[in-house]
């Protein structure tokens, strides 16, 4: 018994010969030019999260806050704790929102901690714009 085209177990397709014209030769794969594009795509991640990190993840400058007081239309008393290396310095950035949500108050507050001390508590006095609902503690860096 002779094959036909409906015994053939190939699984790539079968052209009549001279109808569809010749089929083009497969491409040339550039391995290089992937690798390439890998290398750099890490690259950029690694750029972005490193300043990412550098920005918001350093963990050695940690910030509580404990409470906040005072509320009157123009101040907010913030009380905060931040954790620094012991006998360093931070600088950390507050604001005041009030109920809508508006910023109302943003400064950065200088924190010294005393030698052997690596959670100083801080009070600070927030001049606000409008009234106060919360006070916030955005992040804290080492300071310069």
């Not at 040339?28 to 795509?41: I, K, N, Q, S």
């Not at 009380?79 to 012991?86: C, K």
Request: charged letters at 25%.
């Amino acid at each position: 018994m002779t094959e036909t085209n409906a015994t053939r177990s190939s699984d790539a397709p079968v052209f009549p010969a001279d109808r569809y014209g010749h089929r083009r030769a497969p491409r040339r794969r550039r391995p290089w030019l992937r690798a390439l594009l890998v290398v750099a795509l890490v690259a950029v991640l690694g750029l972005a999260s490193a300043r990412l990190y550098r920005q918001y993840g350093d963990p050695t400058y940690d910030a509580q806050v404990i409470t906040y007081t005072d509320i009157t239309d123009s101040q907010l008393r913030l009380v905060f704790r931040v954790t620094v290396p012991a006998g360093g310095s931070a600088i950390c950035a507050v604001r005041a929102r009030s109920r809508d949500g508006a910023e109302v108050a943003r400064e950065e507050v200088r924190v010294d901690a005393p030698a052997g001390e690596r959670q100083p508590v801080v009070e600070h006095q927030l001049t606000t714009t409008g009234k106060a609902l919360v006070g916030e503690v955005l992040r804290c860096r080492a300071a310069d």
